[in-house]
């Protein structure tokens, strides 16, 4: 199970933080991921981090903006976002699978249930 949370409200040029707490199965030796769903757009692909963190990707629209890491010590995955932009706005989904190649492509195992940025221009 994953639960995200740290979504809300910020001007653009501003920073958010979300983090995804895994537990249950999902905690154990999983590849994790954000995805984020724009109005009337499909879910998209934003980051993911191998099970060690030692490998990290990116989508080209938020890289060096955006920062994945996790704590493994606390089943926690983080989503670190400067410069914010209005397209960032978006509900961001957290992801796990047991490989990194199927996550970065969206076939995930589990998903949380979200959490909402809204970046105001």
């Known amino acids: 199970q994953l639960q995200a949370s740290g979504g809300g409200l910020v001007q653009a040029g501003g920073s958010l933080g979300l983090s995804c707490a895994a537990s249950?199965?999902?905690?154990?030796?999983?590849?994790m991921g954000w995805f984020r769903q724009a109005p009337g757009k499909e879910r998209e692909f934003v980051t993911a981090?191998?099970?060690?963190?030692?490998?990290?990707y990116y989508a080209d629209s938020v890289k060096g903006r955006f920062t994945i890491s996790r704590d493994n010590a606390k089943n926690t995955v983080y989503l670190q976002m400067l410069s914010l932009k209005p397209e960032d706005t978006a509900i961001y989904y957290c992801?796990?699978?047991?490989?990194?190649?199927?996550?970065?492509?969206?076939?995930?195992?589990?998903w949380g249930q979200g959490t909402e940025v809204t970046v105001s221009s």
């Open positions: 992801a796990a699978q047991q490989n990194v190649y199927l996550l970065r492509r969206g076939v995930v195992s589990s």
């Open positions: 249950g199965r999902t905690a154990g030796s999983y590849h």
């Open positions: 981090i191998s099970w060690t963190g030692a490998s990290t």
